[in-house]
């Protein structure tokens, strides 16, 4: 989060499940959605809690082999609607991200698995 009030939107978690980002995760696809108060998927407790006012967003998945992990959400764009574009460098960025997270846990389990092995030799 960036701007004035990402310190308090970071720490804002939204339930397993529920709004846009619950859909995507459900669904495993971008989403885009231009008046997120009329949206029966939108989840109004981060903005009621924080004053922050979402005025548009995009979601979009992000995914390793399995499954989709997370999403990254993209709001109030600063100058019109999102577009297309907007939407294929997300699913881009989201992807990575996706893949980077995934590379990362490989890591942390390889690690553990050569410290346990070493300490097995020890016995």
Known sequence: AAGEPAESVVKQRVPAGEGIVGWVVTNG???VVEDPT???????????????????LLAAPMRTRERTIGVVEVI???????????VEVAVALAGQ???????????ARLAD???????????
Do not use: M, Q
């Open 29 to 31: 696809e971008p989403a």
């Open 38 to 56: 009329g949206d029966d998927r939108f989840y109004h407790g981060v903005d009621e809690k924080t004053g922050f006012e979402t005025r548009n």
């Open 76 to 86: 109030n764009k600063r100058s019109g609607a999102f577009v297309d574009r907007d």
């Open 97 to 107: 991200a996706g893949i980077a997270i995934d590379n990362a846990r490989l890591y």
């Open 113 to 123: 698995a050569v410290v346990t092995s070493r300490l097995s030799y020890r016995i």
